[in-house]
């Protein structure tokens, strides 16, 4: 076989490698909140004063790797009727139909496949958030640790409650509750669970 030949050869198995190792490409791992461990909080403005407040029930699956982007996916659910804020009132108010309403929207869903890298361990997911039946753009921005058999994702966004209808009415100007909602979380992943 002339040099030629030999070189076409090799260059015809080496292109008919390629889709087999892209094919072969590990997804990213799949890993889930852990309770007790996580945390998924809120804040925002009573008066000018701030106020916090946590949603108790919530899960995360988390599918990321800082090296395949592409690759990666986010899909938490939280269950918005276990916001607690430490007022009774307020809390008894976020159930009505002019905020959360609980009894129609009890739940809320975070998805986000679209990622891009801000450096130094910092990220941004362009993902979309369902809440009281509204899908809007709300865009996360998040820190990625690996730690010995876990990951720990810390993060936040900040949201403005309109955009979701919340707070209606009397409620729709900032003269009372801000218009702008903080978001933080902080997460310890471990690889999730199979049912």
């Known amino acids: 076989m002339s040099r030629t030949n030999a070189t076409a050869v090799l260059l015809w198995i080496l ?17 889930c909140s852990l309770p007790g461990e996580s945390s998924l909080g809120f804040s925002a403005t009573w008066e000018g004063t701030v106020f916090r407040g ?3 029930g919530f899960d995360a699956v988390i599918n990321f790797d800082p090296a395949d982007l592409a690759a ?4 938490v659910h939280i269950d918005v009727t276990s916001a607690r804020t430490g007022s009774r009132e307020r809390d008894e108010g976020m159930a009505e139909p002019d905020w959360f309403d609980f009894i129609v929207y009890p739940k809320a869903h975070y998805r986000a496949t679209d990622f891009q890298s801000l450096g130094d361990g910092e990220f941004l997911a362009n993902g979309q958030l369902e809440l009281k039946g509204v899908v809007h753009p709300v865009p ?9 058999g876990k990951v720990a994702l810390d993060g936040g966004a900040s949201i403005s409650r309109l955009d979701f209808g919340i707070g ?9 509750i801000g218009l702008l ?3 933080e979380f902080s ?3 471990v690889p999730c669970v199979a049912p």
């Not at 292109?15 to 890993?31: D, F, H, S, T």
């Not at 990666?72 to 899909?75: A, L, M, T, V």
């Not at 996360?140 to 010995?148: A, N």
Request: hydrophobic share 45%; glycine share 4%; charged share 25%.
């Open 15 to 31: 292109l008919g490698l390629v889709p087999a190792q892209a094919a072969q490409a590990e997804p990213p791992a799949r890993r």
């Open 54 to 56: 946590t949603f108790n």
């Open 72 to 75: 990666s996916s986010f899909d």
């Open 140 to 148: 996360v921005k998040f820190r990625w640790q690996e730690l010995p």
């Open 168 to 176: 209606q009415g009397d409620w729709a100007s900032d003269e009372i």
């Open 181 to 183: 909602v903080d978001v």
């Open 187 to 189: 997460l310890e992943l």
